[in-house]
């Protein structure tokens, strides 16, 4: 982010009305390091997201069955349709870095909008999403419920029971399946996953709607310094970073289902 | 304003271009997706996710067009994280080559 000038530190002011702020020789270098900045950061991103992506990896090839039935249970069609919304965001936080360069504040507030409304509609969406699978009881923890097996009769009070692991019972669409031993806590397993990886994205996408807020607010009132787009590009490469990782996520929860 | 800028005109239309590419591989996914591929099917749907990510990366991220140190930092953080992923996948896929345990 574009510093702000330290009365102690900074330079006699310059006759030039831009100059860098802080220990920059000019404003390409004090973008440069802006960059290079959020690149470091967005590189641990990948590996935080990675290391989760990789723990998925090995317990796909340990439990095929468990987690392709994980992958079934989810819905293509809303999945794919957040996989829209993030890549139209993309686009329009791409033109509105132009539209700050081309020193056009109006539609530079437009466009940011646009990809705040978008990333807004993914929350949406994947919040019904999310309602849907507590409904289903596809949740981590003592309240997971395979949703192709029949529901238990509770005869009374039975405090242990939140805390036995549940077998799926006999009965369901593929009986072999459901009766294989651990399947139903493999599949827990792929719920697991799912959240978590879905929540630590649907928590970066929360703070990428913040920063881009703040962003629009302070690009309004003029109080970005006097080279507003760096502050732009560098939160666009967080939100397309966040869009990549989705990209990514989508077919490895949605699609691997055969 | 940063001297190298390319013709503003001409970034838009890049911009658009892009995206068009990026909703007609959202097609193909979801037209993939329609038929069960075997073995095949984990890497064509990874496949155009893959391509989806270069084309956001590169285009929107502009690191195409940036200097040396940013595809230096860009180059990085994909390289480590390909050493995650494939050293961690040698080691599983490899389980049960050898029977007699080693």
């Not at chain 1, 994947?126 to 192709?148: N, R, T």
């Not at chain 2, 496949?47 to 860009?74: C, D, P, T, Y």
């Amino acid at each position: 982010m574009t510093p702000h000038a330290s009365p102690a530190t900074s330079a006699p002011a310059p006759a030039h009305p831009a100059a860098p702020h802080g220990p920059f020789d000019d404003l390409d270098q004090q973008r440069e390091a802006g960059l290079l900045g959020m690149w470091a950061f967005l590189a641990t991103e990948a590996l935080l997201f990675g290391g989760l992506l990789a723990a998925f990896a090995v317990y796909r090839l340990h439990h095929p069955d468990a987690f392709i039935e994980g992958s079934r249970h989810m819905s293509f069609w809303l999945g794919a349709l957040n996989t829209t919304v993030l890549l139209t965001s993309s686009f329009t936080m791409a033109l509105a870095l132009q539209a700050a360069r081309n020193g056009r504040r109006r539609r530079l507030a437009l466009l940011l909008l646009a990809t705040l409304t978008l990333g807004a509609g993914f929350l949406g969406i994947k919040s019904i999403e999310y309602a849907h699978h507590i409904h289903e009881g596809l949740v981590p923890g003592a309240a997971f419920h395979d949703p192709d097996a029949p529901r238990p009769i509770h005869v009374g009070p039975d405090i242990d029971a939140a805390f036995r692991p549940r077998l799926a019972p006999a009965g369901g669409p593929d009986e072999s399946l459901l009766l294989a031993p651990g399947f139903a806590q493999h599949l827990q397993l792929f719920v697991v996953f799912y959240w978590a990886l879905t929540g630590l994205h649907a928590l970066h996408v929360i703070l990428g709607l913040g920063l881009l807020g703040a962003i629009a607010l302070l690009a309004h009132f003029r109080r970005l310094g006097p080279t507003p787009h760096t502050c732009v590009e560098i939160a666009g490469l967080y939100w397309h970073f966040v869009d990549v990782v989705w990209i990514f996520l989508f077919p490895v929860l949605y699609l691997l289902r055969h | 304003m940063t001297p190298h800028n390319s013709p503003h005109a001409d970034a838009t239309r890049t911009y658009a271009l892009v995206f068009a590419a990026l909703l007609a591989l959202m097609a193909a996914t979801v037209a993939a997706a329609a038929f069960d591929l075997g073995a095949l099917g984990a890497p064509v749907a990874l496949g155009i996710a893959a391509v989806k990510a270069a084309l956001v990366v590169l285009v929107f991220m502009h690191v195409r067009e940036s200097s040396r140190v940013v595809w230096l930092f860009a180059a990085a953080g994909l390289a480590w994280l390909a050493i995650l992923m494939s050293l961690t996948l040698t080691d599983y896929l490899s389980r049960g080559w050898f029977p007699d345990g080693r």
